[in-house]
């Protein structure tokens, strides 16, 4: 299956989900935004083109981590990147041992999402 370029933005913070979103249209990528776990559960299509997932672990509802989980059972789930403002170094392992590509730490480092991205879009055109 060829991942197309859209990524999903999941996060509670409004102005997170903005700013990821217009930061990512302006290098290229289409994104479809969600405030919660439960709000992209509820759209059957979301994960139709999905290239990427970017979720915030600290979620209102269902957690980042609880999402992934779910998601993971009903799908093939393209890479998933996760972001939480939490400074517990537990976090990143525990996103790890989950099967994510890796955790950034909010203020994220644009740079470093854009690179990260790139390669894992990349990853997957060539598989």
């Known amino acids: 299956m060829a991942l ?16 990821l979103s217009n930061l990512l249209h302006s290098d290229g990528y289409p994104t479809r935004l969600y405030e919660s776990g439960e709000a992209l559960l509820s759209d059957d299509d979301a994960l139709s083109e999905a290239g990427m997932l ?10 980042g981590f609880e999402l992934f989980v779910l998601l993971k059972q009903q799908t093939a789930l393209p890479p998933v ?20 590509v890796t ?17 894992e879009l990349s990853r997957g055109e060539a598989r």
Do not use: H
């Open 81 to 100: 990147i996760f972001i939480s403002a939490d400074p517990e170094e537990t976090t990143l392992w525990y996103a790890i041992a989950l099967g994510a």
């Open 54 to 63: 970017i979720i915030d672990v600290g979620l209102k509802g269902m957690s």
């Open 103 to 119: 955790f950034l730490r909010k203020p994220i480092d644009v740079d470093t999402l854009l690179t990260l991205i790139r390669c």
């Open 4 to 19: 197309s370029q859209r990524i999903i933005i999941v996060d509670d913070e409004r102005a997170v989900r903005s700013g």
